[in-house]
Structure formats: structure tokens, C-alpha cells
Nanobody, 126 residues
């Protein structure tokens, strides 16, 4: 059972930056995909970004393109989400997720991921 632990959330003013980290408890396989989702109160989880472990290819949700960057450190089984130009509407709980053998057409679906972190709160003040 892989465990994912997020860190780096907090309170920041609009226009500021935060860096989220997610560490897996064991080495992730070459066919794995690491993703970030966020969830607003009473809403379903929303896709933020994902990265293929083997190729490093990245995908982003439309609302964060150009502002957020996802990266990975395979040796440390870590995925990073660098969030810049933050807006109040980015306020949410952010979750790290791990899936296997994902494909491009479904990479944005939470149901495709097998393991989830506990979440970290990001609050952006106006």
C-alpha cells in the first residue's frame, strides 16, 4: 500500500506563490503517473496537473495553465507543484494522487488514480 504525503500548503496573498510537495512511501513504477487535484467544499475533485514518471510529459487543467508547474524527482519518489500568480479562486484542499498506466484521454479523471494523499489546504487571500 503506497502512502502519499503532501506538504507545503498555507496562506498566501493573491499574486503570491506556493510550492507543494508529495512524497511516496516507496519507489514508484516507471508506468506510474503522479497527479494533483483540488477540491472545493461540497464539490468533486478537480484536475490540476499530472506528470508521467517515465517521460516527464505534463498535463494541466485549463484554469492553471501558465501559472502552475508540475515536476518530479524519480530518485526521491517526489512530485512538486509550483504555484505562481495565485488567485483567491485557487483556494482549496490540494491532493496528490498516484495512478498506473494512465492514458492521455482519462488522465484528468480522479477515478483513474489508485492512491491519494491526505490533502493540504491552500488559502489565497484577496
Amino acid at each position: 500500500q503506497v502512502q502519499l504525503v503532501e506538504s507545503g500548503g498555507g496562506l498566501v496573498q493573491a499574486g503570491g506563490s506556493l510550492r507543494l510537495s508529495c512524497v511516496a512511501s516507496e519507489r514508484t513504477s516507471s508506468t506510474s503517473t503522479l497527479g494533483w487535484f483540488r477540491q472545493y467544499p461540497g464539490k468533486e475533485r478537480e484536475f490540476v496537473a499530472a506528470i508521467f514518471r517515465n517521460t516527464g510529459r505534463t498535463y494541466y487543467g485549463d484554469t492553471v495553465k501558465g501559472r502552475f508547474t508540475i515536476s518530479r524527482d524519480n530518485a526521491k519518489s517526489t512530485v512538486i507543484l509550483q504555484m505562481n500568480s495565485l488567485k483567491p479562486e485557487d483556494t482549496a484542499v490540494y491532493y496528490c494522487a498516484l495512478g498506473q498506466r494512465l492514458i492521455m484521454s482519462t488522465i484528468h479523471l480522479p477515478t483513474q488514480y489508485d492512491y491519494w494523499g491526505q490533502g493540504t489546504q491552500v488559502t489565497v487571500s484577496s
